[in-house]
């Protein structure tokens, strides 16, 4: 099942609200959804965005892609930096312990 991070569309007409929800891809746009993670309201000055940054880092964690916009969103937060720095962390400590383990394997 692939998942999405991406934005639902609430609100009024002219009054464009959006959710950002974790959905199976397959989904329409203000379908079924998995978690809501966060909201984005543009018509505010300036644009209103609270996102749970914990939640979103775990479902990236978990292979889920986000959408352009939720990208943008996330590059302003600083949210998608940090994920990032995090799996190149978790990289670095999975090839260590693969060296490690190969360097035991030899000495064996």
Do not use: C
């Not at 965005?49 to 914990?54: G, L, N, R």
């Not at 994920?83 to 693969?98: D, I, Q, T, V």
């Amino acid at each position: 099942m692939p998942v999405r991070i991406r934005l639902m569309r609430v609100g009024a007409r002219n009054n464009p609200r959006f959710r950002l929800v974790v959905a199976d891809s397959k989904m329409p746009r203000n379908g079924r959804f998995i978690e809501i993670v966060g909201y984005y309201n543009p018509t505010a000055d300036p644009a209103e965005v609270q996102i749970k940054s914990e939640r979103v880092i775990h479902w990236l964690e978990l292979g889920a892609q986000p959408t352009e916009t939720v990208l943008s969103l996330l590059k302003q937060k600083g949210i998608w930096q940090e994920f990032e720095k995090r799996h190149a962390e978790r990289l670095r400590k999975r090839k260590e312990k693969e060296k490690a383990r190969r360097k035991a394997k030899k000495t064996k």
